[in-house]
């Protein structure tokens, strides 16, 4: 069964550096396009962006200037880095897989709250 | 960016009631149109693909349909299961965008 874990601090200072990783389970993490999607109560659903193992990545626009992934097969993670953040980027973030063919995202980590405070 | 609206923002429905959430691109998406649920707590799950594809394990009484820049989501008889925060989301182009979702809770 194929699962996703993310990991990482819960709470970061503003202009600090917010960092997550997805663990993958049960699949290959080469056969997928990896995403990160955060929820908040005053943006909703927000994609992030994604990553392929190929070293595609997509990000979105009003994040892309303080926005890094990565990933690392031999371990089945990839991970996120914020810089800068402030308190708009207080969220559920989850990790997802994207089918490219499909253009959907089929199975989702489970989600960690990162808060934003000094 | 392509905005995704929904309406009704929330219901109040019945189980067994027939239940229809609409929404709306703001440029056409083809049919790169998917709908997913959300409980309270939990992560998204996807439903329904590709305007009308059930996910597999998906219920039958959930079904989608689309009129032009028009999306619904339907489901047929409303189980207690169902009570949920729905939402629709745009794969035509990134940034992917989200609705802002539908609440059904119970009446």
């Known amino acids: 069964q194929v699962q996703l874990q993310e990991s990482g601090p819960g709470l970061v200072k503003p202009s600090e550096t917010l960092s997550l990783t997805c663990t993958v389970s049960g699949d290959s993490i080469s056969s997928y396009y990896w995403s990160w999607i955060r929820q908040s109560p005053r943006k909703g659903l927000e994609w992030i962006g994604y990553i392929h193992y190929s070293g595609i990545t997509n990000y979105s626009p009003s994040l892309k200037s303080r926005l890094t992934t990565l990933i690392d097969t031999s371990k089945k993670q990839f991970s996120l880095k914020l810089t800068s953040v402030t308190a708009a980027d207080t969220a559920v973030y989850y990790c997802a897989r994207f089918s490219y063919d499909y253009r959907f995202f089929d199975l989702w980590g489970r989600g960690t709250l990162v808060t934003v405070s000094s | ?107």
């Open chain 2, 1 to 107: 960016d392509i905005q995704m609206t929904q309406s009704p923002s929330s219901l109040s429905a019945s189980v067994g009631d027939r239940v229809t959430i609409t929404c709306r691109a703001s440029q056409s998406i083809s049919s790169y149109l998917n709908w997913y649920q959300q409980k309270q707590g939990k992560a998204p799950k996807l439903l329904i693909y590709a305007v009308s594809s059930l996910q597999g394990g998906v219920p039958s009484r959930f079904s989608g349909s689309a009129s032009g820049t028009d999306f619904t989501l339907t489901i047929s008889s409303l189980q207690p299961e169902d009570f949920a925060t729905y939402y629709c989301q745009q794969s035509y182009s990134t940034p992917f965008t989200f609705g802002p979702g539908t609440k059904v809770d119970i009446k």
